[in-house]
């Protein structure tokens, strides 16, 4: 494995935390935030401000844009304040200094109006009657985004922005729609029996958009772990990356859950 230079932005959030964990040991990472990682060489700036961070991009192989307001019910004074300008700063940064991908944290947000679909609507409820696991149909990356608020739209803006500078610059631009990760680790609701990304899935699928080639110019995968209800498809990322996630939702089963 090559050893490259990684900036993650937002690095003090969870995302960011449990990436440089990881990624630390085989790479050079470094971070940009408003709070100072414990994990990882910090520039501390606020991400909405291009002209604070450009000093964290120069010299920087790939950037793993996390910076923004990480609620997904963020109203949408702090989506335009904050969010879009933090994404559209990262992709900025990256082309003046000569970044060669960028790897946006998208959500899942950015299509969550299927849910209110069936048999999306049932399976995020825990109602699995009448339905086979490995029947399902899937949602693809090829289907029209259809967030379910600011927060979903501002990533589906972030993969639109991720297209541009590819198309115009030659940026590599890679976004993750990233299911649910949360500190347990594990489901803590019905919901996340389909939905949920474990830390070791989350690693692993990020360690493998770093490592692709880079005459992969644009691409949007979905970020799941191989559960048994998951409705994500992720046919994508396993041709194009080789993701292949290990870790199932299902092996919680039987446990408490925290919340409804």
Known sequence: MV??????????????TVLAASLK???????????????VPTLKADCSDIEE?????????????????PSQFSEWDVIHDVNLRC?????????ICGVKRVIFASSNHATGMYETDDPYKKIVNGDYTGLESD???????????RPDGPYGIAKAFGEAAGRFYSD????????????TLNIEGKPTNQRQFATLLSHHDLVNLFSKCIEAPYELKF???????????????ISNSEAQLGYKPSDDAESWRGESLTSI
Do not use: C
Not at 3 to 16: D, M, N
Not at 25 to 39: A, M, Q, Y
Not at 226 to 232: A, G, I, L, V
């Open 25 to 39: 040991k085989d790479h050079e990472v470094s971070g940009v935030d408003l709070i100072e990682s414990k994990l």
């Open 87 to 95: 994404t559209a700063n990262a992709l900025e940064a990256a082309k």
């Open 53 to 69: 961070i450009l000093p964290a991009f120069s010299g920087i192989d790939t950037v793993i844009d996390l910076a923004s307001n």
């Open 219 to 233: 691409g949007i995968y979905y970020g799941v772990s191989n559960n048994k209800w998951r409705f994500w498809d």
């Open 3 to 16: 050893k490259k230079r990684i900036l993650i932005t937002g690095v003090s959030g969870l995302v960011g």
């Open 135 to 145: 029947s399902i149909p899937l949602v693809t990356t090829e289907m029209p985004v």
């Open 168 to 179: 115009q610059y030659g940026l590599s631009s890679l976004s993750v729609r990233i299911g």
